[in-house]
């Protein structure tokens, strides 16, 4: 099989000339050189990115811990009773304030009898 001329030519002009040859490696070797240099710089940048990110992930978690303990802090049951007595002016019901609804009865359809209010001070009680 016959080559095409251009290759022909290039091959005759490359393996013609030392000189060509010579210009040619020390062009490639050139290129190794600057890619292993900017290869070399872009793993430095990827360090330091990787530094900064794992410095901040420390960071967040601190202050995921923080507010973990607040919220455990916050939502404690007597800071919520207490905020609720202060500041809303909740308070427990007495026994006579207490409404009990039968499990399978609804509310809406009938009427409200004394078999449903239970009398005590113990709040809502089960019977």
Known sequence: MKRPRIVERLADVISGSLHTR?????????ATG?????QHVYSLHLAAEIEELRIRREEINAEIGFVAMECAVLSSRARIERYARERLGMRYPDGGEVVR?????DP????????????????????
Do not use: K, M, Y
């Open 22 to 30: 010579g210009v040619v490696l020390w062009t490639a070797a050139l």
């Open 108 to 127: 809406v359809g009938s009427a409200w009898h004394d078999e449903f209010v239970e009398r005590g001070s113990d709040g809502i009680q089960d019977g």
């Open 101 to 105: 609804l039968e499990a399978n009865r």
């Open 34 to 38: 600057i890619l292993c240099v900017w």
